[in-house]
């Protein structure tokens, strides 16, 4: 192979680059037309269709499965219950990693919460394997479930979220409270919340030999294969995992699930292909939440309204087996400038499934505490609550005192602020109604999400024809990854769009690293972006080395690469086309490989944030309590913006998912069963269309030389913050009813008095 | 299925309101919900209708409520006499007391937007108590 020459040839960014081009998705036809192929659509000849039968006891144990008038149902093949699973070549309950979640693999008769799958039915039709399934009639040992955050002794948790510390603490917070001059303590109380992405989890699994091949929606292809790999004892590469659409994931597809695994064992004990879909209703158990949070903020500022200390306790849940803990004080480190900081945990063991990673974990939870408590401060102090949080603008990360690599955030308020119309917002609450006397208020949230980066890889090819292929194992969830992602492909090897193959979305391709933590278009870009570089440096050197090339020789001049050609960087009337540097030098074509991984030169020394602000307009009706948001202005600053038409979807769906959050969502366990009450889309509440109000993304321009070379943060996640808590604070100004405990309710706001 | 309204139904149509307060805006259960028709003459109230949703198990008829409503004069002084004779005897089962508080001012909500005649076109979120008082024409 040739080395990469030590000459410029980075291919330059220009007028009709791909990258910042508001492009239509390119799998946008074929979605609204029905052809894209999501993984239950696989139908393999001969395949079987598998039912979950699932435990309606969330504690105790399976006494009696009637497998016998299961089979007996027309059209059944198998029933797998623990006495004939196929062996596992690692116990399901092993956890060699934080990040190996355990899974109810049918190990035992345990049932360790409602909804854990406890028998497979396969038959040769979706209607035999769920009549089926429900003549198993299980009969239980019921023991008393341990359910909400006082249901169990708590203890203080190793670690929160993906390995967190526990304790942060930093300067000296009970004298900074003592001292100050305005004090506030109050709790705030977020509930279980269920990812539900639109799509089910799905799998269709064929084995031949010991070789597996699945369709199944993966945030992250090579973690599943590994941890499929793992269980069964084969190596990685024996897997095809085929993923090229999800209907969403929001983490909840971010590691291979118990119940895709059980498709996986299904197909094995069978030995045909296997189809295994969860019904709406099993995605409240087996496959993560969002575990429910109360949180303790204890603020104290000076009489000019400088913070003085700021405690954020979490008090939070994971389940009896496995731990995750909703990382919630996370956002307490970063936001507010202030001298004594401290965040704490503590955590209780329930009997639900595992928590687990949910669009924003920890910060949609605690940004709606930490900002709805920064907005009661600032009411105290009586002054406006954009002014408070310019008064306590981090320059630098508070507790590191590392510089921010970037940090637009006083442009997004201002350019927030001015669009939505801030000025002249009356200080004290139920000030302005409208026309129809409707209460109206307003509120104001900052939003914050860390810029992370995976590992990934991704391979580029140039061929004879001039033409390019850029491959990696991305996954699209929605957001548009088979769009920008190609938009960074093709200006990485200075082509169009339109000359580029773009492959991905398969676990035979390099890993593209996770589509999780809102680090997608940054790992997976800058794995491409290496792999183009890569290939144009090779093409640069075969030209530059060859007298017949008009290239020949410009060596530390360096060349440019675009539209399909090489031009001399001091002379561009001098270049040639790929088509011609390979025909001459007789290759088919020329392959690069890149890969991509957080900097640590650069992550040492910077704090790496995108930011952002969001104005929200409540109405309520003073008489019934009902709330509408009326409107949402969100500014972002996050980077470099590939697709702006992209970004503004990821951010409107984010702050949609914030009025969800603060208006709408939450799962109601029962008590008695400890069975979610509301496990289906009528009772658990997301907004519907009519909910949604004018929404306006801004995007406020920021250049972040460290965070990638392509100064990529992410978009995926940010936009929930911020948004709940200017809804909450945005309908204690209209009501002068501040509720802690989310989500805020009719019966919440007329029953804490005149609303 | 088909409805069959009975004629005499028509003096109602031109002050009647349906109400339904709801968590979001379409596809959930009432919170609470009303039903109001009034039948005015002279500018009093000859016979008027309420039923509620939401506090029950099947819609509740306030039947005490609609007696009081007959023969006085529409306005929000009567319609909350009316209010508290329709919930006098209810109770709450469980966690649901607010429930009671809330049919009271559903009801007063719905019979003066009854009482302020039919609209003319349906709003474009129906029965939300979002929709403004109407301005336009009673319908009929």
């Not at chain 1, 973690?223 to 929001?250: D, T, V, Y």
């Not at chain 1, 104290?300 to 979490?314: E, N, S």
């Not at chain 1, 410009?554 to 031009?567: D, F, P, S, Y």
Request: one cysteine or more.
């Amino acid at each position: 192979m040739v080395e990469t020459p030590q000459t410029g040839i980075v291919p330059q960014r220009r007028h009709g680059a791909s990258i910042g081009q508001p492009l239509t998705r390119r799998d946008g036809l074929l979605k609204v037309t029905g052809q894209a192929r999501y993984a239950a659509d696989n139908h393999p000849p001969r395949m079987l269709h598998a039912a979950l039968a699932v435990s309606s006891i969330a504690r105790g144990r399976v006494t009696f499965l009637d497998v016998a008038a299961a089979k007996a149902h027309a059209g059944v093949i198998e029933v797998m219950t623990p006495a004939n699973r196929p062996p596992l070549a690692l116990d399901p309950d092993a956890k060699l990693d934080p990040f190996m979640f355990r899974l109810d693999l049918l190990q035992n008769d345990r049932v360790r919460y409602a909804g854990q799958p406890i028998a497979v039915v396969i038959a040769e039709t979706l209607e035999a394997a769920t009549e089926a399934a429900a003549l198993l009639s299980p009969r239980y040992e019921a023991e008393p479930p341990r359910i909400g955050l006082d249901g169990d002794d708590s203890f203080i948790p190793p670690a929160i979220g993906p390995g967190y510390p526990t304790e942060v603490r930093h300067g000296d917070v009970e004298a900074g409270l003592a001292t100050a001059e305005h004090r506030i303590e109050a709790i705030y109380e977020t509930p279980t919340q269920y990812h539900n992405a639109m799509e089910p989890h799905a799998i269709v699994a064929t084995w031949d030999g010991d070789r597996l091949s699945v369709d199944t929606p993966s945030q992250g292809l090579a973690w599943a294969q590994a941890r499929i790999a793992g269980l069964f004892g084969i190596p990685p590469e024996n897997i095809l995992i085929r993923s090229p659409f999800l209907g969403g994931g929001f983490g909840s597809k971010g590691m291979i699930s118990g119940p895709q695994v059980l498709g996986i064992l299904a197909a094995r004990l069978v030995e045909r292909t296997v189809k295994l879909v969860l019904r709406r209703e099993q995605m409240y158990g087996p496959v993560g939440h969002r575990g429910p949070t109360r949180q303790t903020l204890r603020l104290g500022a000076d009489r000019q309204g400088a913070l003085t200390a700021i405690h954020h306790h979490v008090r939070t849940a994971t389940s009896s087996f496995d731990d995750f803990f909703e990382p919630s004080v996370q956002v307490s480190h970063t936001l507010y400038a202030s001298p004594a900081i401290a965040t704490t945990a503590e955590a209780v063991r329930l009997d639900t499934g595992t928590p687990l990673f949910m669009r924003a974990p920890g910060e949609a939870s605690g940004s709606i505490a930490l900002e709805s408590a920064i907005d009661e401060m600032a009411h105290r102090v009586g002054i406006d609550p954009l002014e408070f949080r310019l008064r306590n603008y981090a320059e630098v990360e508070p507790i590191s005192g590392k510089p921010f690599s970037s940090k637009a955030l006083r442009e997004c308020y201002a350019q927030g602020a001015a669009r939505f119309g801030w000025e002249g917002r009356p200080l004290a609450p139920r000030q302005m109604r409208d026309e129809n006397g409707l209460l109206v208020g307003w509120g104001l949230g900052t939003a914050t999400f860390p810029a992370i980066m995976f590992q990934g890889q991704a391979r580029a090819v140039v061929r004879r024809d001039g033409t390019g292929l850029v491959e990696l194992g991305a996954q699209d969830m929605g957001q548009g990854a088979w769009t920008a992602l190609a938009q960074i492909a093709a200006d990485s090897l200075g082509l169009e769009l339109d000359q580029l193959e773009f492959r991905s979305g398969s676990s035979d391709l390099p890993d593209a690293g996770i589509a999780g933590g809102s680090s997608h278009t940054a790992t997976a870009g800058m794995a491409i972006h290496g792999a183009g570089v890569d290939v144009i440096a090779k093409l640069a050197e075969l030209a530059m080395a060859d007298e017949r090339s008009p290239l020949f020789g410009a060596n530390n001049a360096g060349v440019l690469a675009r539209g399909g050609r090489l031009t001399r960087r001091d002379d561009e009337s001098r270049g040639e086309s790929y088509a011609d540097i390979l025909a001459r030098a007789g290759f088919a074509e020329i392959e690069g490989r890149g890969s991509a991984g957080g900097d640590p030169f650069a992550q040492k020394p910077y704090a790496m944030y995108a930011h952002g602000a969001v104005f929200a307009e409540v109405k309520v009706d003073p008489e019934l309590g009902q709330i509408r948001t009326t409107r949402l202005v969100g500014a972002f600053a996050a980077g470099t913006i590939i697709n702006p038409r992209l970004v503004r979807s990821q951010y409107y769906g984010g702050m949609i998912w914030g009025v969800s959050f603060a208006l709408h969502e939450r799962a109601v366990l029962d008590p008695r069963s400890g069975r979610v009450m509301n496990a289906n889309l009528a009772e658990y509440h997301v907004p519907v269309n009519a909910d949604v109000p004018s929404l306006e993304a801004i995007l406020v321009e920021e250049a972040d030389p460290y965070v990638n070379a392509l100064g990529i943060k992410g978009v995926g996640e940010i936009g929930v913050t911020g948004t709940a808590g200017a809804i909450a604070s945005a309908v204690w100004h209209a009501t002068g009813v501040r509720i802690r405990r989310f989500p805020i309710t009719v019966e919440q706001l007329i029953g804490a008095g005149p609303a | 299925m088909a409805v069959r309204l009975p004629g005499a139904a028509t003096r109602f149509a031109t002050h009647a309101r349906y109400l339904k307060l709801r968590e979001r805006t379409s596809y959930a259960f009432a919170v609470v919900s009303a039903a109001a028709c009034l039948h005015i003459e002279d500018e009093v109230i000859a016979e008027a209708r309420l039923a509620f949703g939401g506090v029950a198990a099947k819609p509740w008829r306030a039947r005490a409520a609609e007696a009081a409503l007959a023969g006085v004069r529409p306005n929000v002084e009567g319609f909350r006499r009316a209010a508290e004779a329709a919930l006098a005897e209810a109770r709450p089962s469980g966690d649901n007391a607010l429930k009671i508080e809330l049919a009271r001012r559903i009801a007063v909500r719905a019979l003066a937007l009854a009482a302020a005649g039919t609209p003319d076109h349906v709003p474009a979120l129906p029965a939300s108590p979002f929709a403004p008082i109407p301005g336009g024409a009673p319908h009929g």
